[in-house]
C-alpha cells in the first residue's frame, strides 16, 4: 500500500474579492504578472503531484480567494481526476462560481468553506452551500467566532442541513476574549470549538508535520508546515524520502487548526478520519 502524506501548497497569489477588515488581503489586488507567474508555479505543482508514488492528500491555503480564478479551479479539478491524488480541497469563501465542478470528481474533492457576514448575505452563502450538496460534494462551514458573528453563526446553524458540520475559529488574539456562556453557546453550535479555542504549547512535542504532512510554496521548497521557516528541500530536486521524519516542534506554541491537526498528543485522526483536510470529523 502506497504511503499516504498530506500537503499543504500555498501559492504566491495575495489577493482577495473580499474586504473583511481584520484580514491583510481584504480587497487586495495581484497584477496579471503576479497572476501569471502564481498560474506557472501552480501548474508545475501539479506536474509534480502527478508523477509521485505517493498517495497525496492536498489542501491549498491561499493567501486570500484562489477559487476565483480559472486556473485554481482547473488544478482542482485536474487533482481530483489523477491517480496520485486521494483528495483535493481549498480553503474558499465560496463567492466563485460552482460550474467548474462538473468536470471534477467528487469522490476526490471536497472544500473548506468560510462565511463572512460582512462581505455575503447569508441567504447567498446557504444557496451556494446547497448548490454543492446538489453537485455531491463534500465540504465544512466555518465562521470566525467574533462577538458580533454570533447572530450569523445562530442563523447559519438553523438554515444548513443538519449533516453539514459548521466550525467556528475561536478569536484568540484577546485574552479572555468570551464569557462562559459565550463558550457554551459555541459547543453547542461547534461541538470541537474547545479543541480550537487553545493555544497549544507545543516546544519538543512530538508532530507529524515534517513526517506525514508538509507545507509546499510556489517554488517548490518544503518546509515540515506554514509556522516553521526552515526549508527542508525542494520538490523538484529532493526526493521525499530523503525530507520526511519524525522531529519534536520547536516553536513554542501551534495555534492554528492546519498546525494543531499534527500534534500527535491530540489524536484528531480518530476525530476527522479522512477528511481531516477538510475539516469534517468523522461523525458528519
Ligand atoms: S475572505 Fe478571507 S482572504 Fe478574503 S478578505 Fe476575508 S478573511 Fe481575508
Ligand atoms: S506543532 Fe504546529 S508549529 Fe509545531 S511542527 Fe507541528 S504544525 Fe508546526
Same mark, same amino acid.
Given at each position: 500500500?502506497?504511503?499516504?502524506?498530506?500537503?499543504? *501548497?500555498?501559492?504566491?497569489?495575495?489577493?482577495?474579492?473580499?474586504?473583511?477588515?481584520?484580514?491583510?488581503?481584504?480587497?487586495?489586488?495581484?497584477?496579471?504578472?503576479?497572476? %501569471?507567474?502564481?498560474?506557472?508555479?501552480?501548474?508545475?505543482?501539479?506536474?509534480?503531484?502527478?508523477?509521485?508514488?505517493?498517495?497525496?492528500?492536498? &489542501? =491549498?491555503?491561499?493567501?486570500?480567494?484562489?477559487?476565483?480564478?480559472? *486556473?485554481?479551479?482547473?488544478?482542482?479539478?485536474?487533482?481530483?481526476?489523477?491517480?496520485?491524488?486521494?483528495?483535493?480541497? @481549498?480553503?474558499?469563501?465560496?463567492?466563485?462560481?460552482?460550474?467548474?465542478?462538473?468536470?471534477?470528481?467528487?469522490?476526490?474533492?471536497?472544500?473548506?468553506?468560510?462565511?463572512?457576514? #460582512?462581505?455575503?448575505? @447569508?441567504?447567498?452563502?446557504?444557496?451556494?452551500?446547497?448548490?454543492?450538496?446538489?453537485?455531491?460534494?463534500? =465540504?465544512?462551514?466555518?465562521?470566525?467566532?467574533?462577538?458580533?458573528? =454570533?447572530? %450569523?453563526?445562530?442563523? &447559519?446553524?438553523?438554515?444548513?442541513?443538519?449533516?453539514?458540520?459548521?466550525?467556528?475559529? %475561536?478569536?484568540?488574539?484577546?485574552?479572555?476574549?468570551?464569557?462562559?456562556?459565550?463558550?457554551?453557546? &459555541?459547543?453547542?453550535?461547534?461541538?470541537?470549538?474547545?479543541?480550537?479555542?487553545?493555544? *497549544?504549547? #507545543?516546544?519538543?512535542?512530538?508532530?507529524? %508535520?515534517?513526517?506525514?504532512?508538509?507545507?509546499?510554496?510556489?517554488?517548490?521548497?518544503?518546509?515540515?508546515?506554514?509556522?516553521?521557516?526552515?526549508?527542508?528541500?525542494?520538490?523538484?530536486?529532493?526526493?521525499?524520502?530523503?525530507?520526511?521524519?519524525?522531529?519534536?516542534?520547536?516553536?513554542?506554541?501551534?495555534?492554528?487548526?492546519?498546525?494543531?491537526?499534527?500534534?500527535?498528543?491530540?489524536?484528531?485522526?480518530?476525530?476527522?478520519?479522512?477528511?481531516?483536510?477538510?475539516?469534517?470529523? #468523522?461523525?458528519?
Amino acid at each position: 500500500m502506497k504511503k499516504s502524506i498530506n500537503i499543504l *501548497y500555498r501559492g504566491s497569489l495575495d489577493s482577495c474579492n473580499y474586504d473583511c477588515d481584520y484580514c491583510p488581503f481584504a480587497k487586495k489586488k495581484n497584477t496579471r504578472q503576479e497572476l %501569471a507567474y502564481d498560474r506557472d508555479c501552480l501548474n508545475k505543482f501539479v506536474d509534480w503531484v502527478q508523477v509521485q508514488k505517493y498517495q497525496l492528500k492536498i &489542501l =491549498f491555503t491561499p493567501w486570500g480567494e484562489a477559487l476565483i480564478r480559472g *486556473y485554481y479551479q482547473d488544478a482542482m479539478n485536474i487533482l481530483s481526476n489523477s491517480n496520485a491524488v486521494e483528495k483535493v480541497t @481549498i480553503q474558499t469563501n465560496l463567492s466563485c462560481s460552482l460550474d467548474w465542478i462538473d468536470e471534477a470528481n467528487t469522490d476526490k474533492l471536497a472544500l473548506w468553506t468560510t462565511f463572512h457576514p #460582512t462581505e455575503c448575505t @447569508i441567504e447567498r452563502y446557504v444557496s451556494k452551500c446547497l448548490g454543492l450538496i446538489k453537485k455531491k460534494v463534500d =465540504f465544512s462551514v466555518g465562521i470566525v467566532g467574533l462577538k458580533e458573528n =454570533f447572530e %450569523a453563526i445562530r442563523e &447559519l446553524r438553523r438554515l444548513l442541513p443538519k449533516d453539514i458540520y459548521v466550525w467556528v475559529n %475561536a478569536y484568540k488574539r484577546e485574552p479572555n476574549y468570551y464569557r462562559d456562556e459565550d463558550i457554551d453557546f &459555541l459547543n453547542e453550535i461547534d461541538p470541537l470549538f474547545d479543541v480550537n479555542n487553545t493555544i *497549544y504549547e #507545543t516546544y519538543g512535542k512530538s508532530c507529524a %508535520a515534517g513526517e506525514h504532512s508538509i507545507s509546499i510554496d510556489e517554488k517548490g521548497d518544503i518546509k515540515r508546515c506554514h509556522f516553521i521557516s526552515e526549508i527542508r528541500g525542494n520538490i523538484f530536486e529532493t526526493s521525499l524520502d530523503t525530507i520526511l521524519r519524525p522531529s519534536p516542534c520547536s516553536n513554542n506554541v501551534c495555534r492554528c487548526y492546519i498546525g494543531y491537526i499534527n500534534l500527535k498528543e491530540l489524536n484528531l485522526e480518530n476525530v476527522y478520519g479522512s477528511r481531516i483536510l477538510e475539516r469534517i470529523p #468523522t461523525n458528519y
